[in-house]
């Protein structure tokens, strides 16, 4: 549609100091005007996702395409993207030898039906009048904006011609020329107005056609019985000063995309290192597969938002319950309890329809390439270093992100009441410069597999725990040297009773080892129940405080044994105590 935009012009009443400066404005408003040179219905372009951006819950995809643009104003219309897109999330961005400015981005949605109660071709034709229509709505949007600045160029007239004289100005405004002037402005003022009215009425009748034919398009594919599905186009409107080539980029948000870290966690015990393969489970059910992409992934969580939430206040106040008759209260009781009883039922299956069944991550070979890492103030991105593909099928995909050689101290730890069996354990520092996210972990010593355990977030310097499960290499002994029963007190109305355990570590190892074992003191819960440490001494035991060079009397009366034992080396420790109690008690925890 061509507009023409027309100024009425009084030269007599431009002065001559001002003349140059006031042309210059009154060409501009004629400029705007080619922003409205016919365009024809635009073909889609067939684009290609290029790469994408994985968080947890979402994932940003970009698609790439690449048009030759006339000079002028042309429209790109990419099509059968998700339908679950987030509109606001859509970004376009473009590099060519068009020279070419983006005017405006819009999105739609496109509904089929593959149905023969569908009439396909009544479809296909409403949907290109809503397009028609929707092209129209913005051209009257761009008019409206030629008018606000025809408007606000005929105030810089007007303010050009009553501003102070220059230093090489030779005569004022005279009387006639302000007449002139506001006879300029009124004229133009009320044309204005005029084509605001008009405008606005224009744009008002096409909102009602679009709703009309919006509504109709839905009468179609929902009167159909039919499963319809959906999918969205979006339409990039630019203006090239010039022909020639333009490379856009078209990134978007979708969730259905997620990934989850896992590991391998390799100790090479000889080395006290452990060999840490960081991976990440991505999974995509975004209705679009991507094919040889460049993946990324984020430990960002952009559902949480940037700032945290406003805690409202809590009111309290006195409950006053609304007065209603007997009876009424009655038939209101039993009406609300089945309501209530209704929409929890709805509720329960809805959720049990729409929970999904837990998958199991298989193992997919990888190679392991070490991903790039961008790390931020909050969070880390990882970019996969060879293309990857994953499909529209929720299927579980490994990928690898990055290998890392951890230094780790070694212990042992045992308890021998329980067991009899020494646990290794690798106490080791992320030295990484991004964080461990929570994940499950395969523990291997050496070449043998050990276990499957669940590690924790672990942020950068910080130290975490693999546990390596049981080592033979230290031998672990625990026997009951004596127990027995005494009376106490002048009248023999007391007991006591004393338990002596002998507990033997030894080494097997070529290496120096520690092991830490732990023992349970017995803890009273009432005062008439005194418990007696008598070996080791309590000059030999520490507290969590003052930790003993060996022994420390930790939380919940337990002793905590620290021994550095040489290759072969055997050590026994003695471990007595004694309960005294009132003979009329019965007691527990003794067994």
Not at 2 to 28: D, Q, Y
Not at 101 to 113: C, P
Not at 341 to 346: A, N
Not at 565 to 590: A, C, F, S, W
């Amino acid at each position: 549609m061509e507009i023409g935009v027309s100024f009425s012009t009084h030269s007599a009443i431009i002065p001559a100091m001002n003349k140059t400066r006031i042309l210059a404005l009154c060409l501009s408003l004629a400029a705007p005007a080619s922003l409205f040179a016919t365009m024809k219905n635009p073909s889609p372009m067939p684009s290609q996702i290029t790469a994408a951006t994985v968080y947890t819950d979402r994932a940003i995809v970009t698609r790439a395409v690449r048009v030759e643009l006339p000079a002028g104003q042309s429209e790109i219309v990419l099509e059968k993207l998700p339908a679950a897109l987030i509109d606001a999330s859509v970004q376009v961005s473009g590099r060519g030898t068009a020279s070419a400015t983006i005017l405006d981005v819009s999105t739609r949605v496109i509904y089929t039906a593959d149905n023969a109660e569908v009439d396909q071709p009544r479809v296909k034709a409403l949907q290109d009048e809503i397009t028609a229509v929707e092209q129209a709505i913005r051209a009257l949007d761009d008019r409206a904006g030629i008018l606000n600045q025809q408007a606000a160029l005929v105030e810089k007239i007007e303010n050009a011609v009553a501003a102070p004289p220059g230093k090489d100005a030779t005569a004022r405004p005279v009387i006639d020329d302000l007449q002139k002037l506001l006879a300029f402005s009124l004229e133009n003022r009320a044309r204005l107005a005029t084509e605001r009215q008009s405008l606005d009425r224009e744009r008002d009748d096409a909102n009602k056609k679009l709703n009309a034919l919006r509504s109709q398009l839905n009468e179609i594919l929902h009167g159909a019985r039919a499963q319809t599905r959906s999918y969205k186009t979006v339409t990039v409107r630019v203006a090239a000063a010039q022909a020639g080539s333009l490379d856009l980029k078209l990134a978007y948000t979708v969730p259905g995309a997620g990934w989850t870290p896992a590991y391998d966690a390799r100790l090479r015990a000889e080395d006290r290192a452990v060999e840490l393969s960081y991976f990440g489970v991505v999974r995509q059910g975004t209705g679009e597969d991507w094919n040889d992409i460049a993946l990324t992934l984020s430990t960002a969580r952009p559902a949480l938002g940037g700032a945290a939430p406003e805690l409202p206040p809590r009111f309290l106040d006195v409950y006053v319950p609304r007065p209603v008759m007997p009876m009424q209260a009655e038939m209101a009781e039993g009406r609300i309890r089945g309501m209530a009883m209704d929409k929890m039922q709805t509720f329960k299956v809805a959720e049990a329809v729409a929970a999904p069944m837990p998958a199991e991550v298989a193992e997919v070979d990888a190679t392991l390439a070490a991903a790039t890492v961008d790390t931020a103030a909050t969070s880390a991105s990882f970019r996969i270093a060879a293309a990857t593909s994953i499909p529209s099928d929720n299927s579980p995909q490994k990928v690898s992100i990055t290998t890392a050689t951890l230094p780790a101290k070694l212990q042992y730890q045992a308890v021998p009441a329980m067991q009899e069996t020494a646990f290794l354990s690798a106490y080791v520092t992320n030295g990484t410069e991004f964080p461990l996210l929570a994940g499950a972990a395969n523990i291997f010593l050496d070449d043998a597999f050990v276990a499957t355990a669940s590690l924790k977030t672990v942020m950068p310097t910080e130290k975490f725990e693999l546990s390596l499960g049981a080592d033979e290499g230290v031998a672990v002994k625990r026997r009951v040297v004596n127990r027995f029963t005494e009376n106490t007190g002048l009248t023999g109305k007391g007991r006591r009773v004393t338990c002596e355990f002998l507990v033997t570590i030894t080494n097997n190892k070529k290496t120096a080892e520690r092991v830490v074992f732990k023992e349970a003191l017995p803890l009273s819960r009432n005062e008439k129940i005194v418990v007696n440490l008598l070996a080791p001494s309590s000059k030999e035991v520490g507290t969590p405080e003052k930790p003993g060079r060996e022994v420390t009397l930790e939380e919940e009366n337990k002793l905590v044994w620290r021994l550095d034992l040489k290759p072969g080396e055997t050590r026994e420790i003695t471990y007595k105590y004694n309960v005294e109690y009132p003979g009329d008690l019965q007691i527990t925890g003794l067994d």
